[in-house]
């Protein structure tokens, strides 16, 4: 596995774990609103790490462009 499938497996990984936090948490749990806040930047900061490594990816995949040139 190359360091780009690398990458992008962590990034799926991290938008699994958004989706099986909604579904532990959904808006109806009984404990929603004591834990929204926390949940919400969890999942925002999830969001953030998951932009971040596309940047990351299009750089290395243009590092690959480069070397291949």
């Known amino acids: 596995m190359d360091d780009t499938q690398q990458l992008i497996a962590i990034k799926e990984e991290l938008e699994r774990l958004g989706d099986r936090l909604r579904k532990i948490f959904p808006q109806t749990h ?33 590092d690959e462009e480069t070397e291949i040139e």
């Open 30 to 62: 009984p404990q929603f609103d004591s834990v929204f806040e926390d949940l919400g930047a969890a999942g925002y900061y999830m969001r953030e790490a998951g932009y971040r490594l596309e940047s990351v990816l299009l750089t290395v995949q243009g």
